[in-house]
């Protein structure tokens, strides 16, 4: 049974920053990409980044460079995201999504191309 567990949510202050994990478990996930999203109250799931299991090869969405970085660390089946310079706009429920892809595909910004998700963890920055 596949499971993602998400972890390192809570509150923040404004610039502040903190670093979420997602613990994999269930399956070998050399062939997939982890991706992280964000889904704020009302809104729809956001991509904020995603990186290639084996390759640790990244991609992340325009609005998220620079702040936030993703990573894997192979021997603990876990994928990190590190967020700095945190905002009140960043608050959000962040889930954790496998999508499994070829060898050198492009990796996907689309929920629906992911799936398995964790039960997300809530980040909530105060201004």
């Known amino acids: 049974q596949v499971q993602l567990v998400e972890s390192g949510g809570g509150l923040v202050q404004a610039g502040g920053s903190l670093r979420l994990s997602c613990a994999a478990s269930?399956?070998?996930?050399?062939?997939?990409?982890m991706g992280w999203f964000r889904q704020a109250p009302g809104k729809e799931r956001e991509f904020v980044a995603a990186?290639?299991?084996?390759?640790?090869?990244?991609y992340y969405a325009d609005s998220m460079k620079g702040r936030f970085t993703i990573s894997r660390e192979v021997a603990k089946n876990t994928v990190y995201l590190q967020m700095n310079s945190l905002k009140p706009e960043d608050t959000a429920v962040y889930y954790c999504?496998?999508?499994?892809?070829?060898?050198?595909?492009?990796?996907?910004?689309?929920?629906?191309?992911?799936?398995?998700w964790g039960q997300g963890t809530q980040v909530t920055v105060s201004s």
């Open positions: 999504g496998a999508d499994p892809i070829e060898y050198g595909s492009r990796m996907s910004s689309s929920p629906s191309d992911y799936d398995y």
């Open positions: 269930g399956r070998t996930f050399s062939r997939y990409a």
């Open positions: 990186v290639t299991w084996n390759t640790g090869r990244t």
